[in-house]
């Protein structure tokens, strides 16, 4: 298996599994992170079970078991919650940047988690979707995938001066780099969505969001160890990392779907 591959896939886990943890520390009432956007833990039951859900579906990928089917039945969950959750808050509060920003952030990992379902190797199991209907869920993945990259360009050129002050301060010219990764969004959205220059630009993308992860989200968090909104960036950035690995592989030219 590819490196790429390796590296998407573990991150996306990592991420899911501590979404996982944050869902069963929100539970057992313990002062520490709990869940923050784009993940609302709901009753102490819903949050059980969805915190057992991302685990189980964590230890499927990193072990490869069943991994396919997991991902695949991930992507179907996000995309509902996207539907019935996320989308009646962004009607409601279209001016408010949090629906938006919490909303795209649900469906590129829905995206992350069709194409990674599509490029798993098969179990062999009746109830795994077959290679055409996961080819489709991969496209419509991706497709997923560059519009939440869009809408985070808009954000990043609408609020520009806001996502400056994210930037460490010791980082030189902070408005040009809320300016800068606003393009790089577009350009990556337009790559995966037209197939040209897709893998080079998902490898770089991936390899932003990680950056992002080690210069940015790791102090917040070491700052604010129990601000669970922290904590959940991190992981988004993390999970972001893994899946635009996952989309580079996926351009690979025997994997194509």
């Known amino acids: ?29 313990l002062k520490g992170p709990i869940p923050g956007p784009p993940w609302i833990p709901g009753s102490h039951a819903v949050a059980v079970l969805t915190g057992a859900a991302l685990i189980a579906v964590a230890v499927c990928i990193v072990t490869e078991k069943l991994a396919r089917l997991a991902a695949a039945l991930l992507g179907v969950a996000l995309f509902l919650y996207v539907l019935f959750l996320q989308l009646p808050r962004l009607i409601a509060q279209p001016h408010s940047p949090d629906p938006w920003t919490s909303g795209f952030e649900l469906l590129a990992l829905m995206g992350g ?21 996961l080819s489709h869920l991969a496209i419509f993945g991706r497709v997923g995938f560059a519009l939440a990259l869009v809408v985070f360009a808009v954000q990043h050129f609408l609020y520009a001066k806001f996502v400056a002050t994210i930037v460490p301060a010791w980082i030189p010219a902070r408005l040009f780099w809320s300016y800068f990764v606003g393009v790089a969004f577009v350009a990556a959205a337009l790559a995966i969505v037209t197939r040209q220059m897709a893998r080079t630009a998902s490898i770089l993308l991936g390899t932003m969001f990680f950056i992002w992860v080690v210069i940015l989200h790791v102090p917040r968090v070491a700052a604010q160890p129990r601000n669970g909104d922290e904590f959940t960036s991190l992981l988004v950035a993390l999970a972001m990392s893994g899946a635009s690995f996952i989309l580079a592989e996926s351009f690979a030219p025997d994997l194509v779907a």
């Open 1 to 29: 298996m590819d490196g790429l591959l390796k590296a998407g896939r573990l991150f996306f886990a990592i991420a899911m599994a501590l979404f996982g943890v944050e869902y069963f520390i929100y539970v057992a009432g």
């Open 113 to 133: 988690a069709f194409v990674l379902a599509r490029i798993e190797i098969p179990d062999g199991l009746r109830l795994e979707p077959t290679n055409k209907v």
